[in-house]
T-cell receptor, first 115, second 113 residues
Framework: GAGVSQSPSNKVTEKGKDVELRCDPI?????LYWYRQSLGQGLEFLIY????????KSGLPSDRFSAERTGGSVSTLTIQRTQQEDSAVYLC?????????????FGPGTRLTVT | AQSVTQLGSHVSVSEGALVLLRCNYS??????LFWYVQYPNQGLQLLLK??????LVKGINGFEAEFKKSETSFHLTKPSAHMSDAAEYFC???????????FGAGTRLFVKA
């Protein structure tokens, strides 16, 4: 079946511009996560959606970052007024339900470059 | 191609006992290696990572891991388990040139009182 998809796969933007990154989770998965990974660094948790519950935004690095999930499916991560330090790969993952032992399925990521 | 194998989907230890979670990897290039922890209803958190340099890496919450190239291993240890260590642990490998990360299947750690 179809896995997690993300678009675009690559995005180059100028400093100060806004960008939107899209994530299509696996159909029926109720949990959705956003992470980012800088070169040589581990995954950095950004935000977590679970069903209709309020999202866990504790990992968002600044108020320039926001995310929404419409209809419990597709999610969009928005970065406003991008900065060079925002350059990274942004990964989305989904899982069938909440809980510690449920496998997360990762998308291929969006590589963001801010010039 | 890279891959990660975590030995044991479930590990159970008594509080105060040694924690050992095993991870073996394969990589055709020098790898970056990571351990992550996931607590209930939370995203993954980075415990520690190996990139270059010292092969014994110390992380948060008293965990450490040793990169052994000859054994292609990166086992996670903690001298004394605490109840709060009960969680799912993921080993991961990525190449140094790109950003793609391969995750192991995870090991659920149970800590008995």
């Amino acid at each position: 079946g179809a896995g997690v998809s993300q678009s675009p796969s690559n995005k180059v933007t100028e400093k100060g511009k806004d960008v939107e990154l899209r994530c299509d989770p696996i159909s029926g998965h109720t949990a959705l996560y956003w992470y980012r990974q800088s070169l040589g660094q581990g995954l950095e948790f950004l935000i977590y959606f679970q069903g209709n519950s309020a999202p866990d935004k504790s990992g968002l690095p600044s108020d320039r970052f926001s995310a929404e999930r419409t209809g419990g499916s597709v999610s969009t991560l928005t970065i406003q007024r991008t900065q060079q330090e925002d350059s990274a790969v942004y990964l989305c993952a989904s899982s069938p339900r909440q809980g510690v032992s449920v496998k997360q399925y990762f998308g291929p990521g969006t590589r963001l470059t801010v010039t | 191609a890279q891959s990660v194998t975590q030995l044991g989907s479930h590990v159970s230890v008594s509080e105060g006992a040694l924690v050992l979670l095993r991870c073996n990897y394969s990589s055709s290039v020098p790898p970056y290696l990571f351990w992550y922890v996931q607590y209930p209803n939370q995203g993954l958190q980075l415990l520690l990572k190996y990139t270059t340099g010292a092969t014994l890496v110390k992380g948060i919450n008293g965990f450490e891991a040793e990169f052994k190239k000859s054994e292609t291993s990166f086992h996670l240890t903690k001298p004394s388990a605490h109840m709060s260590d009960a969680a799912e642990y993921f080993c991961a490998v990525s190449d140094t040139g790109g950003f793609k990360t391969i995750f192991g299947a995870g090991t659920r750690l149970f800590v008995k009182a």
